[in-house]
T-cell receptor, first 110, second 114 residues
Framework: TQLLEQSPQFLSIQEGENLTVYCNSS?????LQWYRQEPGEGPVLLVT?????EVKKLKRLTFQFGDARKDSSLHITAAQPGDTGLYLC??????????FGKGTSLLVTP | NAGVTQTPKFQVLKTGQSMTLQCAQD?????MYWYRQDPGMGLRLIYY???????DKGEVPNGYNVSRLNKREFSLRLESAAPSQTSVYFC?????????????FGPGTRLTVT
């Protein structure tokens, strides 16, 4: 199993602050996905990064895939309460399905 | 388009009881998955079905069985529930199983075994 380590595990910030969460592995991945899960719901895909060094932007969210394709980061600018949730990274597991990290739980307070 | 639906949403079982969790998708996806989510453990794959007629074990298959009834439906059965199976169970589907494809998740079933 290719392990994905996410940090920090928990993050509590005020509205308007910036933050970065990380997803790291000792293994190379062909791609990485980021999901957001809101309380009481299933995860929803935010983005897939497939090329080493790739940067993708989704409004105030910026995703980066490491040059060596072993790590990824998610940066949120000017966080809002609607960004609250569990952020999960995931990568292909030996050619089938997905291997998920344990997630970063983000709380943004007004 | 309902996406992925799961029933029931909540269930309480006594140790030793059996039950089946139902999952259906209307996106014509080939692959379907069952995960469990526990605090501090993330999502762990129980079983998956790459295509209709095939099923394979994931990371934590012990105590569970699955049936891919047709292309739309994938059920998870607990034959003799144990307290360690208290968890939130998610069904998901994707176009293909290779892992590069987006997975669409249902809303989950919250199971408590007493």
């Amino acid at each position: 199993t290719q392990l994905l380590e996410q940090s920090p595990q928990f993050l509590s910030i005020q509205e308007g602050e910036n933050l970065t969460v990380y997803c790291n592995s000792s293994s190379v991945f062909s791609s990485l996905q980021w999901y957001r899960q809101e309380p009481g719901e299933g995860p929803v895909l935010l983005v897939t990064v497939v090329t080493g060094g790739e940067v993708k932007k989704l409004k105030r969210l910026t995703f980066q895939f490491g040059d060596a394709r072993k790590d990824s980061s998610l940066h949120i600018t000017a966080a809002q309460p609607g960004d609250t949730g569990l952020y999960l990274c995931a990568g292909p597991n030996s050619g089938y399905a997905l291997n998920f990290g344990k997630g970063t739980s983000l709380l943004v307070t007004p | 388009n309902a996406g992925v639906t799961q029933t029931p949403k909540f269930q309480v079982l006594k140790t030793g009881q059996s039950m089946t969790l139902q999952c259906a998708q209307d996106m014509n996806h080939n692959s379907m998955y069952w995960y469990r989510q526990d605090p501090g453990m993330g999502l762990r794959l129980i079983y998956y079905s790459a295509s209709e007629g095939t099923t394979d074990k994931g990371e934590v298959p012990n105590g569970y069985n699955v049936s891919r009834l047709n292309k739309r439906e994938f059920s998870l059965r607990l034959e003799s529930a144990a307290p360690s199976q208290t968890s939130v169970y998610f069904c998901a589907s994707s176009e293909l199983v290779t892992g590069d494809y987006e997975q669409y998740f249902g809303p989950g079933t919250r199971l408590t075994v007493t």
